[in-house]
């Protein structure tokens, strides 16, 4: 396989990155931009990396995903990409017909510098952009932070280039879930309206990415905010952002210009994440919690405190996104497990900390990096086993080579499917984790034990 020859020794190195734990900005970008109703994401840029962005998306949710390349060719790449964003602009509207234009950059648009600001001015003064529709831009350039960093520059985009203010506060809550699943979204969104509260979601990829067969094409899917709302969220009560690296820039950017006051709180995964983000959506709406919410959670409940025995100090090693691997930390502490090596590949210094807190009280070391790369994963996993894996597909080399059950969490996700259709957020998530965390660690205890330890029942 090829991982088996990963050294076991681990040297420091601080210029080299073996495979790393991370895409990069632009793909972030454009998942955050298909959450917009009748969008069309558009990579200024070459078609090299545009291809790229695409495939890693249609990939991971099996959904065709539309977006638009600026084309560079060598000129662009020489004297700056404004003639090929113009006549992209022209052809866009024109041809595939989108209510709104969401404009990322790439590496080598920002090397080169090209001021996209100026250049939509331009497009705006010399009528490209039509009446009634948008075009607005991020910049992403990858060479700084991963494609988490892209998500949340595209959603504060939204706000900055959207969000207006009449002076009137509605009963309106946003929630920003951050980079989260379709189906996560859709599960945040019914757990509000369990709650009874009026909620504008951005981004919202529902419906966009986790469509029916119809047995027609549509370029603009049913899902995702609209224009309208994204514009109505500077008069909203308040926002709840989800997950402080994907969603807190957006949020507090709405604080800022609309005054619309926020809590960032961690991703809903687990128990207590939950209820951190049920109590807090309860407080700001001034609303109380159904029986139909408190229901779930003692299910939830039930399924933890029957099974404890079978969760009780067995080793995780976690590799994904800094707001999914604290929710996921905290999780795994509170059912009893230890998460004894945890790395992102996205710079975060904040990770690190908030990580050895979480697992302070563990009787185990771990090991946590944020800037990290698989192949430390890896080292990290060969010096101390673990009994279980949580990661992205890219984790299942590990699993083989190392022969340890795997969970599939995070992105992307290659090779199976069922993340975008079932939830990992919520109390009814977070019964989808623990039965998917329990039956990799009962089918490996059934493979391996003996005659005589073969239990029918447990
Ligand atoms: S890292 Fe830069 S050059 Fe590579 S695919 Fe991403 S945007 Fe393109």
């Known amino acids: 396989m090829l991982l088996r020859h990963t050294p076991k020794e681990i040297t420091e190195r601080k210029a080299l990155t073996v495979n790393p734990a991370k895409t990069c900005q632009p793909i972030g970008a454009m998942y955050a931009s298909l959450g917009i109703h009748g969008c069309l994401p558009h990579s200024h840029g070459s078609q090299g990396c545009y291809a790229y962005h695409r495939s890693a998306l249609t990939r991971h949710y099996k959904e065709p995903v539309m977006a638009a390349s600026s084309s560079f060719t060598e000129g662009a790449s020489v004297f700056g990409g404004q003639a090929n964003l113009l006549q992209a602009i022209d052809n ?125 094409f549509s370029m603009y899917p049913k899902g995702g905010v609209t224009i309208d709302e994204l514009k109505d969220t500077g008069n909203s009560r308040g926002t709840i952002a989800m997950g402080r690296l994907a969603s807190g820039p957006a949020a507090l950017a709405l604080d800022a210009s609309c005054k619309v006051p926020c809590q960032i709180l961690d991703l809903p995964i687990g128990l207590q994440a939950t209820d951190r983000f049920v109590d807090a959506l309860r407080k700001m709406a001034g609303v109380t919690v159904p029986d139909s919410l408190n229901l779930e959670r003692g299910k939830m409940l039930d399924i933890i405190t029957d099974m404890q025995a079978y969760f009780y100090h067995k080793k ?94 995070g992105f992307p996700i290659l090779d199976r499917i069922g993340h975008s259709y079932f939830p990992t957020v919520g109390y009814q998530g977070g019964i989808r984790l623990l039965e998917k965390i329990l039956e990799a660690l009962m089918d490996r205890q059934d493979r391996d034990s003996s005659e005589i330890e073969f239990e029918l029942v447990m």
């Open 92 to 216: 866009i509207f024109t041809v595939y017909e989108p209510d709104i234009i969401a404009i990322h950059t790439t590496c080598l648009s920002e090397t080169i510098g090209d001021d996209i600001t100026q250049i939509l001015g331009k497009a705006r003064a010399e009528g490209r952009v039509p009446e009634g529709k948008y075009a607005f831009h991020a910049n992403t350039p990858s060479y700084v932070g991963s494609h988490v960093t892209g998500f949340a520059n595209m959603t504060k985009a939204m706000v900055d280039c959207f969000a207006t203010s009449n002076g009137h506060k509605s009963k309106r809550i946003n929630l920003i879930p951050g980079w989260v699943e379709p189906s996560d979204m859709k599960e945040i969104k019914r757990i509000a309206g369990e709650l009874g509260v009026d909620t504008i979601v951005f981004p919202d990829t529902e419906n966009v990415l986790n469509g029916p067969q119809t047995g027609k």
């Open 316 to 409: 995780v090693a976690l590799v994904g996104d800094p707001d999914q691997l604290e929710a996921l930390t905290e999780f795994l502490v509170a059912i009893n497990m230890m998460p004894i090596h945890v790395l992102t590949g996205t710079k975060d210094k904040a990770f690190e900390k908030r990580i050895k807190e979480l697992t302070a009280d563990l009787p185990h070391k771990v090991n946590v990096k944020s800037g990290g790369d698989m192949m430390l994963f890896h080292q990290w996993v060969k010096n101390d086993p673990v009994d279980l894996l949580i990661g992205n597909t890219y984790v299942k080399y590990i699993a083989r080579d190392e022969d340890i059950p795997f969970i599939r969490h």
